[in-house]
């Protein structure tokens, strides 16, 4: 490392009378000609202080650098701290729990050298754009007013092993920085691994007085590229005493030079240099610290504000204290007409409680008392001249173990009592991750990449706008949607021409369905507190209900939506591989959860078997069970088939509301209730919230996502667009009847029994679904034969192409042989997938009885997803068996050199076989199938039997049908009687346990 190789001479501690020259004849001019120490500061409101860091961490790879290192700050002032040799992989931007923003860029492809920026949570709303020049070289911008902004360069240069040509790219880098995009002020900070010395010239005006003698090669490349840029390198500038101005020590601690250093292009902002002993992490750095006074004016401060995040709900110790004080403010009000003065009532007074009445919890450390005293001892020894370097060495190991302790023992309690309450364990991953990533980056509709956060926002309005936005093209002539509702012709139920009003039970019902601890919409009401609430505060809601229900609207604030993007997987920066997931509040919701209640046997009553998602009594089994046995009796008999399994591009997010208003009719839906739903979506809105919540983006088309009533409504229009369908003769013919697709929600596939009707059928479905908003997505629409297709199936200009397997409803589909097996081997994949993310549970120390249950919660399911609809082998049994003996040795620790029996392993662990809970899903939904009595195709497909096709020679295929047989040959009616079906269970059972050994 060039530079780390002289060593300091040996100083007094006080500076001498000639050190102490005048600092009016060493101050650089800044571009206005002023003397930045010439003059004090006035004292002013609107000076604002900036402290602005770097620092060579050696490595924050791990959770415990990082939570070290944000221990340490909290010793000091600071703002911006900028980070060399991070270590870590890749490029992100994550919020940590402290509410500070991390961001970092690393090689993909190895852990050395990075950069990074720790920024204090105050500026969190104020950062302009992170951008990426290189793993060395990355930018901040920030937002200082309207009018000011200030770019902050972090740096690691490159050290001595490296070639002149690297150093030289590693410039070129930090000037594309400075000239990327246009600051007031710019900060140039990091361990540049250079000696620069002192002023030895008039010229150099980039140097001050004061620093460590001595210049080298890199140094003098450094100096060069400050005079050629008029940058300042503001650590020369102010007296220090020797043993504060080294920022790096050698392993041996002889050898102490000054090579990180802050610059700047406006010298008088900065008031001081320091290098701390207050921050001390075990890096062969210490941390320089840099002063900045900018007169900003007022706005500054609005700028920069504290911003705090949405409080989490607390449980209040005292509940009868908590429904007391809203009853008391809600009885004071009178009784009001106006929805959105009711809805603010129930609101204000919801929100009072929680912070009178729900605890503030501090903000959980993850160190204990006596590492935090390590480490302040640590730092102690670091600022005392006589600490050997084998004493540092000594301190930083017994440092870091304590952390790593620390932050083990505390993850471990947290799993614990994750565990014990019965939690979701992607809960507990969410609550022992370092923070929530941020988008960094956005692709705009040419393919421009920017980092700009204004720019961000923008293309993500703009995004969300073109989705959101409305395709039908209005017809003046024609009556309005709303003059059709509203119209002396629209549809009154028999019986219901008094619509009845919503009652306590029905919100109770609803509110023992609604999920605990789901975030807020706008509002911040959480469903939590309303559960806890009291009479009062039902009645009040139900009053609030009422007056939405007759006058068909509701609240103002009910209409927008906050929507969090979440990366799904592919490139970062483009917007159609994020989800966006809507927070609505949770008053709107319950409303909608009542409505949806009211309205569910009517538009159920219009659906067809063939359509099994978001029913009452339909699963994925169910089309997963239709589909095997179609495909299992194809094989036996030798019948040609055909499947297609249909995309849709954004299919919830793409339907008009004029279809939605139409099928609504179809269904012959009261027009009270229809009149509601058209104001609800006629005014619907979203913000996205990013680093700050873009404009208002009016939703033209599509159901709202979060909403109770969406899944409904989609599905009922894509039944009154598979009613204009004309299919007959199409599909296969099951007994007489016609099998043309099957539907779960927009999971769709289409059944032929030749390549030109499945074509027809993709053509006419594509036809029908432009009428209603829907766009087939022929990319990811795919199709699957046994018959010798000559090409792709060709739909207008584009081709749907050929698959030997498919994943629908997840599972793995073939039309083969092994179309069952290759399913089961996925299965295994799968769950050596879930056990491996919850590898620090069952490695850890906890107790067997925990691991056993969150391996039957969480690894279990996985195995046996949708087993009861697979024809399981013995061989494919035996596969399952020996997976999960696998992950019991992994829970216990034991290898097969230990020589313990199976029988042992599962004495200790304790967990359900795999076997037994396969067999007894099979015989629970076999008995479920056998007493079907609406028609559905999982019990037709079953029933089925091909007359007109032969099988072909020899043994034929196992069939679902055959392990069930052996128990009783006329089983389905058997399972008529539910007590005798339920008595033969555990025979059955048994017989796969002991065929499985």
Not at 82 to 104: A, D, M, N, P, W
Not at 214 to 239: A, H, I, V
Not at 869 to 878: F, R
């Amino acid at each position: 490392m060039p530079g780390k190789n002289t060593q300091i001479p040996q100083a007094s501690r006080r500076l001498s009378s000639e050190s102490r020259t005048d600092v009016k004849s060493v101050c650089p001019m800044d571009s206005g000609g002023d003397n930045y120490l010439a003059k004090k500061p006035k004292k002013n409101k609107s000076n604002k202080i900036l402290y602005i860091s770097t620092y060579n961490v050696l490595s924050l790879l791990s959770e415990e650098r990082l939570t070290e290192l944000e221990c340490e700050l909290e010793n000091i002032k600071w703002d911006i701290v900028g980070l060399s040799e991070v270590r870590r992989r890749g490029e992100q931007l994550i919020t940590l729990k402290s509410g500070h923003s991390f961001y970092y860029v690393g090689d993909d492809n190895s852990s050395v050298g990075g950069t990074g920026f720790l920024i204090h949570k105050r500026h969190r709303t104020s950062i302009l754009s992170l951008k990426k020049f290189s793993t060395r070289v990355i930018c901040l911008v920030l937002k200082l007013n309207t009018r000011y902004n200030i770019k902050i360069i972090q740096v690691y240069a490159p050290t001595s092993d490296h070639t002149d040509e690297e150093v030289d790219l590693f410039y070129d880098d930090i000037k594309n920085a400075l000239s990327d995009q246009q600051a007031h002020y710019s900060i140039l900070c990091g361990d540049f691994n250079a000696k620069m010395g002192t002023r030895s010239d008039v010229a150099e005006f980039s140097l001050g007085n004061y620093g460590l003698e001595g210049r080298n090669d890199r140094g003098e490349t450094l100096l060069g590229f400050l005079l050629q840029n008029n940058l300042f390198q503001m650590n020369s500038f102010f007296p220090k005493r020797p043993n504060r101005r080294w920022t790096w020590r050698s392993p041996d601690g002889r050898t102490k030079n000054e090579i990180d250093f802050i610059i700047t292009n406006r010298s008088h902002i900065v008031k001081d240099v320091s290098v701390l002993n207050k921050v001390s992490t075990g890096s062969d750095h210490r941390i320089v610290r840099a002063k900045l006074m900018i007169d900003v004016g007022k706005e500054r401060h609005r700028l920069i504000k504290k911003t705090n995040s949405d409080r989490p709900w607390r449980s209040p110790p005292d509940t009868v204290c908590f429904q007391q004080y809203i009853s008391n403010r809600l009885d004071d009000t009178k009784p009001e007409e106006d929805i959105n003065v009711l809805n603010e009532t129930i609101t204000t007074a919801l929100i009072e409680s929680q912070n009178i009445y729900c605890p503030r919890t501090k903000k959980e450390s993850k160190l204990s008392e006596a590492t935090m005293r390590k480490m302040k001892e640590r730092r102690d020894m670091k600022s005392e001249e006589m600490t050997t370097a084998e004493e540092l060495r000594q301190i930083n190991r017994e440092v870091s173990k304590a952390i790593r302790r620390d932050i083990r023992a505390y993850n471990q309690d947290k799993i614990e009592k994750t565990i014990e309450s019965n939690k979701s364990m992607k809960v507990l991953r969410r609550g022992l991750e370092a923070g929530k990533k941020q988008m960094t980056k956005a692709k705009d509709k040419n393919g421009h990449i920017t980092t700009n956060r204004e720019d961000i926002l923008r293309i993500v309005e703009d995004f969300y706008h073109l989705l959101y936005k409305s395709q039908n093209e209005v017809n003046s002539d024609s009556r309005t949607e709303l003059e059709l509702l509203t119209s002396k012709e629209g549809i009154v139920n028999q019986g219901s021409e008094e619509m009845p009003d919503i009652t306590l039970d029905e919100i109770k019902l609803a509110l023992r369905k609604t999920k605990n601890n789901k975030a807020p919409g706008e509002d911040c009401v959480v469903a939590d507190a309303v559960k806890i609430g009291g009479h009062c505060l039902l009645r009040k809601i139900a009053r609030l209900f009422n007056l939405c229900l007759f006058n068909s609207t509701i609240p103002e604030k009910w209409y927008n939506a906050i929507v969090i993007l979440i990366h799904k997987k592919g490139d970062s920066a483009e917007l159609e591989n994020y989800r966006p997931i809507s927070l609505l509040s949770h008053l709107y919701k319950l409303f909608s959860r009542i409505i949806t209640k009211r309205l569910e046997n009517k538009l159920d009553f219009y659906q067809p078997i063939e359509q099994a998602g978001f029913r009452r009594g339909f699963g994925t089994n169910d089309h997963l069970q239709s589909i095997k046995t179609v495909i299992e009796k194809s094989i036996e008999y030798n019948r040609p088939l055909v499947i297609a399994f249909v995309d849709f591009h954004k299919a919830f997010d793409t339907v008009e509301l004029s279809a939605v208003l139409d099928s609504l009719q179809k269904c012959r839906v009261d027009y009270r209730y229809t009149k509601l739903i058209y104001n609800i979506y006629k005014n619907a809105t979203m913000m996205v919230r990013l680093h700050e919540n873009t404009n208002l983006i009016r939703i033209g088309r599509g159901v709202r996502q979060g909403d109770t009533m969406s899944p409904k409504l989609f599905i009922t229009v894509l039944e009154s667009a598979f009613k204009m369908l004309e299919w007959s003769g199409k599909g296969l013919n099951i007994d007489g009847l016609n099998l043309t697709d099957l539907r779960f929600a927009d999971d769709i596939a289409l059944f032929a029994d030749n390549l030109q009707d499945i074509r027809k059928m993709l053509e006419d479905l594509q036809e029908v679904c432009v009428q209603v908003g829907l766009k087939i997505n022929i990319s990811k629409t795919k199709f699957m034969t046994n018959l010798v297709p000559s090409a792709n199936i060709a739909i207008g200009d584009h081709d749907v192409n050929l698959v030997d397997r498919y994943i629908y409803l997840g599972h793995e589909i073939r039309i083969s042989r092994d179309n069952q097996t290759c399913e089961l081997k996925r299965r295994i994949t799968l769950s050596w997938a879930a056990y491996g993310r919850l590898g620090g549970v069952f490695k850890s120390n906890l107790p067997v009885c925990l691991k056993r249950r969150v391996f039957d919660q969480c690894i279990l399911p996985v195995m046996t997803y949708g087993a009861e609809t697979l024809t399981l082998t013995v061989t494919s049994a035996k596969k399952l068996r020996v997976a999960q003996r696998k992950m019991e040795r992994s829970m216990l620790g034991v290898s097969l050199r230990d020589h313990v029996k199976n029988e042992d392993l599962r004495v200790r662990t304790g967990v359900t076989d795999v076997i037994y809970q396969i067999a007894r899903l099979k015989w629970n939904w076999a008995g479920h199938v056998a007493r079907m009595v609406d028609g559905r195709w999982t019990k037709r497909l079953l029933e089925w039997r091909p007359r007109a096709d032969k099988r072909s020679r020899g043994r034929p295929p196992t069939r679902w049908t055959d392990d069930i047989k052996r128990m009783t040959t006329d089983w389905m009616r058997s399972a008529q009687n539910r007590g005798q079906w339920a008595e033969m269970r555990e025979a059955y059972i048994q017989q796969w346990m002991q065929r499985a050994d």
